[in-house]
């Protein structure tokens, strides 16, 4: 990673792209800076827009990462690459696996579409659907989710775009089947199923349950 003034990171990126490839074409394999999708609201309309994923900072690929340095330390604007101590520093295979599996071929983060019941969010669409475990925070205004993942051998906050499409209650009351009078905790909503995955208590002891719409009631928060 290649450390430059935030707000510069594309400016710069052009920049290593065409003075450092002139000199020797093998240096890198790629050099990119990834970014985000989320949704912005201006001129009364919901708009798409992008934004750098690690401010500040540019991904280099090289198998030569000292020959890459030599380089770059030439490059008008470098500031610094990200090190650990007196030793460069790449990121994990594991971390680089963990990137490369939310981003595009673009090496751009989509956005992911979910929905909220009671606290907890379910994300059925997008990047974030086998990392909900790591989102910590949600910005509905903002149709954002910010995430704690273990990248750069520390815990990293990181923004990415998140749509939730409805929230739900956590409870609902069953209405007709064979737990009609009972009253359920929602695990999973299938919307497009018209189903949703519950836990009813049967004989004293907790039950998972897949109910119909019809067969529920959603409770409000006084209901609860």
């Given at each position: 990673?290649?450390?430059?003034?935030?707000?510069?990171e594309?400016?710069k990126e052009?920049l290593?792209k065409k003075?450092i490839l002139n000199r020797?074409?093998?240096?890198?394999?790629k050099?990119?800076?990834?970014m985000?999708?989320r949704?912005?609201?201006?001129?009364g309309?919901?708009?798409?827009?992008?934004k750098v994923l690690f401010p500040?900072y540019i991904?280099?690929?090289?198998?030569?990462i000292?020959?890459?340095?030599?380089y770059?330390?030439?490059?008008?604007g470098?500031?610094k690459?990200?090190?650990?101590?007196d030793?460069?520093a790449?990121?994990?295979?594991?971390?680089?696996?963990?990137?490369l599996?939310m981003?595009?071929?673009?090496y751009?983060?989509?956005?992911?579409?979910g929905y909220?019941?009671?606290d907890?969010?379910?994300?059925?669409?997008?990047?974030?659907?086998?990392?909900?475990g790591?989102?910590?925070?949600?910005?509905?205004?903002r149709?954002?989710a910010q995430?704690?993942v273990n990248?750069f051998?520390r815990?990293t906050?990181?923004?990415?775009?998140l749509?939730?499409?409805q929230?739900y209650?956590?409870y609902?009351?069953?209405?007709?089947?064979?737990?009609?009078g009972?009253?359920?905790r929602?695990?999973e909503?299938?919307?497009?199923?018209?189903t949703?995955?519950?836990?009813?208590d049967v004989l004293g002891t907790?039950?998972t349950?897949v109910?119909?719409y019809e067969e529920?009631?959603?409770?409000?928060k006084?209901e609860?």
């Amino acid at each position: 990673m290649i450390q430059v003034m935030s707000g510069e990171e594309h400016e710069k990126e052009q920049l290593f792209k065409k003075l450092i490839l002139n000199r020797d074409g093998r240096t890198y394999d790629k050099i990119f800076v990834p970014m985000y999708v989320r949704k912005k609201r201006y001129q009364g309309k919901w708009h798409e827009e992008q934004k750098v994923l690690f401010p500040g900072y540019i991904f280099v690929d090289t198998s030569d990462i000292e020959l890459f340095c030599q380089y770059l330390a030439k490059v008008p604007g470098f500031k610094k690459v990200l090190r650990d101590a007196d030793e460069i520093a790449p990121i994990t295979e594991e971390e680089k696996a963990y990137l490369l599996s939310m981003m595009d071929e673009h090496y751009i983060v989509q956005i992911s579409v979910g929905y909220l019941i009671g606290d907890k969010i379910c994300i059925t669409e997008g990047a974030l659907k086998n990392y909900q475990g790591s989102i910590y925070r949600i910005d509905r205004h903002r149709r954002t989710a910010q995430l704690m993942v273990n990248l750069f051998g520390r815990q990293t906050k990181v923004e990415v775009g998140l749509e939730v499409i409805q929230k739900y209650s956590e409870y609902a009351s069953v209405v007709s089947g064979v737990f009609a009078g009972s009253r359920c905790r929602i695990l999973e909503n299938h919307k497009k199923e018209k189903t949703v995955k519950a836990s009813v208590d049967v004989l004293g002891t907790p039950a998972t349950v897949v109910f119909r719409y019809e067969e529920l009631k959603f409770l409000s928060k006084s209901e609860v």
